[in-house]
């Protein structure tokens, strides 16, 4: 896939999507590492391997499987990538981002982003769920930004906001549910942090990113989110910590994939009725045709 993508490369695989499945989904999911069960939940599935996808790239991680998947939450139509494309893959940073314009031009209106993600607050445990607040995207900071190059304005303004972008009334809705779930002990809000990765932090950068008020640190989400802003989406977005940060010199842990992986494991079926519940609950006029 080349570097340059333009509307038609968005268009061109909305319309092959389009000619391939009768749903039209209002709300895309993107789940993160150890996360791809979120897709279990949908009802009537239509799926596609993304090397069967015209223009899509390919996940190499382990605990992404590589699948788009269509189908119905409770009634609401649902796009699920089970699998994202990660910075440290070698994808640039349009490619991380390519499915979140074609879910644009799908129809989508609201994007959910779900992450494993390494806690720095010192209130977290492993297992706890945090509702994203607000995030720090380290690499756009230093000018490594999906909308670098040519802005396209059929997609969104030049100079976007960013400010309040994880919406409130879903956050709010959220803390509701989990509440009436009975998991809110075990429920945080708080800011994510993006780094480049691929390997875990140092703990000097730890202890840096604790001093920021980073709450959460992974490897994904805030380019996504980004650009779905960008697009005029509406966002929210949850992490599982699925690890502490080793933030001290005495520490003898350090963390791997492996770990994050069977975290994730731990809170799959929570995650899962969480995500189908708030979906449940949205507001969207689901058009099936
Ligand atoms: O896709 P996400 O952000 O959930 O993946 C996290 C960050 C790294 O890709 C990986 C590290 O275990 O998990
Ligand atoms: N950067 C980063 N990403 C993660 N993803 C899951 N855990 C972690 C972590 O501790 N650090």
Redesign the pocket.
């Known amino acids: 896939m080349k570097d340059q993508i333009c509307y038609d490369d968005y268009q061109k695989t909305a319309s092959w999507l389009l000619s391939q499945t009768q749903h039209r989904p209002k709300v895309a999911i993107i789940?993160?590492?150890?996360?791809g069960m979120l897709a279990d939940a949908l009802k009537c599935q239509d799926s596609f391997p993304y090397s069967d996808i015209p223009g899509f790239p390919q996940s190499t991680?382990q605990?992404?499987a590589g699948r788009l998947v269509f189908g119905e939450l409770k009634g609401k139509t649902c796009v699920c990538m089970q699998g994202?494309f990660?910075m440290?893959e070698g994808h640039s940073l349009c490619k991380t981002t390519f499915p979140v314009r074609v879910f644009k031009l799908l129809g989508v209106e609201t994007l959910i982003v779900?992450?494993?993600?390494g806690s720095l607050a010192d209130s977290y445990q492993v297992g706890d769920i945090m509702i994203i607040k607000d995030h720090i995207n380290f690499p756009g900071l230093a000018g490594l930004n999906p909308l670098n190059g040519p802005n396209d304005d059929k997609f969104g303004p030049r100079f976007p906001p960013m400010s309040g972008v994880y919406d409130k009334d879903l956050r709010k809705i959220a803390f509701d549910l989990c509440k009436s779930m009975g998991v809110s002990q075990f429920v945080q809000e708080g800011v994510y942090c993006m780094v480049g990765?691929?390997n875990?932090e140092s703990i000097a950068e730890a202890r840096l990113l604790h001093r920021l008020g980073v709450d959460a640190v992974?490897?994904?989400?805030a380019p996504e989110v980004v650009v779905a802003t960008h697009c005029g989406m509406r966002v929210f977005g949850l992490s599982?910590i699925?690890n502490k940060v080793v933030k001290s010199y005495n520490d003898t842990e350090s963390?791997?994939?492996e770990a994050?992986?069977e975290v994730?494991k731990l809170r799959s079926q929570t995650l899962q009725m969480l995500v189908t519940e708030l979906v449940s609950r949205m507001d969207i006029n689901n058009n099936t045709t």
Not at 114 to 117: G, H, P
Not at 218 to 221: C, D, V
């Open positions: 789940c993160g590492s150890g996360l991680v605990g992404h994202r990660h440290y779900t992450n494993a993600a990765g691929p875990f992974g490897m994904s989400t599982l699925t963390v791997n994939h994050v992986l994730s």
